[in-house]
Structures are given as C-alpha cells and as structure tokens.
C-alpha cells in the first residue's frame, strides 16, 4: 500500500497502521523522543531525532534548504545539505518507512503515530466543548509533560510554548467538565496538574477552587483562595484579580 503525505490508514481501534502485520511506527515527543516500531524501541543518533521531531512539528512538507539551515545553523550550507543527507541514509536504514521525499521537499511519513498530535486532537475537543465529561480520561493529558522538555534547539521553543498553553488550557477546561460530571478526585487532579505546570497562573488556581466549591468544600475553597493570595504577593508583589476573589468572598461573609 501507498501511504502519500499526511494521509493515514486507520485500524479499529482508530491507530494508524501500514498493513496488519506491520503496525506502524510511534513516535513520542512528549517527555522525551521515542521511536518504536513493531512494538520495540529504536535508538536513533541525536541528529536523526532532532530531524524527526523537526519534521513531526511542522506536520507538512518542508524544503530541504530549510530543514538542513534550521538544524545546522553554524555550518556552511554545503555541509549543512551534506548533514542532512547522511541523517536521512541513517534514517532510511529503519525497517519502516519514516520519512518521505518528494522532489526537493521532506515530510514525516503519513504512516508514523504522534503522540502530540493525538494529545492536540483531544484539547481541541476539550476546548471547543464537544466532548463529553462522562467520555473523558483526564490522565491522557495530566500525565503528558512538556514538549521535549530536555531539548534546547531555538527551533523548538515557540512550538514547546505553544503546547505547553494549549495543555494548561485544557487541564483546566477538563477540569470544569470533569467537575460537572461528578468525577471530582478527576476533576482535582487536572486542575492540581495545571497549577504544577504553572505554580503562578490563575485560572489553574480558580480551577482547583471550583473544584472544591462543586464538592461543598467551602474551607477548602478558602484556604486555596489565601494560599494563592500569599504565593503572588511572595513571588510578584501583586494582587490576585477580583475574579478569585469573588468566588469565594460571599463564603467569608457567613465564615465571620
């Protein structure tokens, strides 16, 4: 079978697949790089991951000039092309197909599951609303960590910070939809795992004080409440907006 660029063939259980005694290649970028094919992992040199994870974040296809300029930015762009070309050899060496050529572009073969775009897929659901809570596994997100967190390329960190505000995004909107749906021990977790990503933001700390209120625990919204109050005025000098505030202002009122 021919899998053309971006186009994927799906077994039952919605995975993409080559063929059904070829399952297809898996490649993780969140946390760390890992490749496994046929169910085992494959170590690849640094420059083959680097090339993989640039490809897998652009999700289309790129210019060989450009892939090769972006990660060998100190070298000439005769050697840089020559880089380029021996990485892909390296590659093609993989009893799977990982990459694709067409003319003077490369692309990420359509065949190759990414993790970061199934954990996308869900927070655009999540987000938009058009998932129920009842249907959600919040641990597919709380147990996801940043985007190659251990990795300092410069071509890297607008995407890393890209993702990382989608996930703290949808924690919290999880969250929220857990929350309405009674699962509150889920609901607590999403939330806490947004204020661990981002100990200093907000909405993360709203979304763990909605949480309690949902559940009755009003002591716990409060003290949620004043610890977020101290840690801003600790770290920042600032005030937290009147929006927290509020949730929990009317709960003093009767405590005093």
Do not use: K
Not at 171 to 191: D, I, K, N, Q, V
Not at 242 to 253: A, G, K, S, T
Request: include cysteine; aromatic fraction near 6%.
């Amino acid at each position: 079978m021919t899998v053309g660029l971006r186009s994927v063939v799906e077994d039952a259980r919605g995975q993409p697949s080559v063929g059904a005694s070829r399952p297809a290649p898996r490649l993780s970028l969140l946390w760390s790089f890992e490749l496994t094919c046929g169910g085992r992992r494959v170590t690849l040199p640094m420059s083959a991951q680097r090339l993989l994870a640039f490809l897998a974040l652009h999700e289309r296809p790129v210019r060989r000039a450009f892939v090769a300029g972006s990660l060998w930015m100190d070298s000439s762009e005769e050697h840089a092309a020559g880089s380029l070309r021996s990485v892909i050899w390296r590659i093609r060496g993989v009893p799977h197909p990982l990459i694709e050529t067409t003319g003077s572009e490369l692309a990420l073969h359509g065949s190759v599951w990414v993790d970061l775009y199934e954990t996308r897929r869900l927070a655009e659901r999540v987000t938009a609303g058009t998932v129920d809570g009842d249907d959600l596994d919040p641990w597919s997100l709380v147990f996801h960590g940043d985007l190659l967190p251990q990795w300092y390329e410069e071509w890297l960190v607008v995407e890393r910070e890209r993702f990382r505000q989608l996930r703290l995004r949808t924690l919290e909107s999880m969250s929220e939809l857990l929350a309405a749906s009674g699962r509150y021990a889920e609901a607590m977790e999403a939330a806490l795992a947004a204020v661990s990503a981002e100990p200093l933001r907000e909405s993360a700390h709203r979304a763990v004080i909605l949480v309690h209120l949902a559940e009755g625990n009003h002591a716990e919204a409060i003290r949620q409440c004043r610890m977020y109050r101290r840690l801003l005025r600790d770290e920042l000098g600032a005030e937290p907006s009147p929006r927290i505030e509020q949730l929990v202002d009317r709960l003093r009122v009767r405590a005093s």
